[in-house]
T-cell receptor, first 114, second 113 residues
Framework: AQKVTQAQTEISVVEKEDVTLDCVYETRDTTYYLFWYKQPPSGELVFLIRRNSFDEQNEISGRYSWNFQKSTSSFNFTITASQVVDSAVYFCALSENYGQNFVFGPGTRLSVLP | DAGVTQSPTHLIKTRGQQVTLRCSPKSGHDTVSWYQQALGQGPQFIFQYYEEEERQRGNFPDRFSGHQFPNYSSELNVNALLLGDSALYLC????????????FGPGTRLTVT
């Protein structure tokens, strides 16, 4: 069965620090998708990125970057020069079978202090 | 372009009662998935509706049931409410029966007393 682990329950950083959120996944499928979502205090899940299992290229979007390594089954998320508005719970998720069986990790609560 | 909408926003019910939550998908989407998010945890998949049928189901008892209407909107019904059913219920919509591009609604906060 698939599984997503986010070992960091809570992280606190000071504004402008860089922070990396870890995600480790387990799956038996060769075709799968990995995601990161942000959940601010309002509760709505905000989509950040999707990556399929055939694309190991790292991605950068502004202050956000993602490192996908199939060899270690990891899909880590880095925020550069963090800001207070980045404070939220971040979830890593895995979907197998061309978008079925969606599984979320337990989440990492990030607090960015001014 | 309206996103995913859910109603009501908040709901308080008593143990043993029944509740119905509603979801309207994003324009152009035909697939609705429901998730339960207990406090401090990640969302857990309940089930997915596509073409008015339940296509997938997570590890939830039969007390949890749903429906999808011809306009693609969906309802989640929970019977015989337990205290442990208190959670944020999230609806997500997508297209074509798959979930790799799904958009979430704001959720319904259910409190069972």
């Amino acid at each position: 069965a698939q599984k997503v682990t986010q070992a960091q329950t809570e992280i606190s950083v000071v504004e402008k620090e860089d922070v990396t959120l870890d995600c480790v996944y387990e799956t038996r499928d060769t075709t799968y998708y990995l995601f990161w979502y942000k959940q601010p205090p309002s509760g709505e899940l905000v989509f950040l990125i999707r990556r399929n299992s055939f694309d190991e290229q790292n991605e950068i979007s502004g202050r956000y970057s993602w490192n996908f390594q199939k060899s270690t089954s990891s899909f880590n998320f880095t925020i550069t020069a963090s800001q207070v508005v980045d404070s939220a719970v971040y979830f890593c998720a895995l979907s197998e079978n061309y978008g079925q069986n969606f599984v979320f990790g337990p989440g990492t609560r990030l607090s960015v202090l001014p | 372009d309206a996103g995913v909408t859910q109603s009501p926003t908040h709901l308080i019910k008593t143990r043993g009662q029944q509740v119905t939550l509603r979801c309207s998908p994003k324009s152009g989407h035909d697939t609705v998935s429901w998730y339960q998010q207990a406090l401090g945890q990640g969302p857990q998949f309940i089930f997915q509706y596509y073409e008015e049928e339940e296509r997938q189901r997570g590890n939830f008892p039969d007390r949890f049931s749903g429906h999808q209407f011809p306009n693609y909107s969906s309802e989640l019904n929970v019977n015989a409410l337990l205290l442990g059913d208190s959670a944020l219920y999230l609806c997500a919509s997508s297209f074509g029966g798959v979930s790799y591009e799904q958009y979430f609604g704001p959720g319904t906060r259910l409190t069972v007393t």
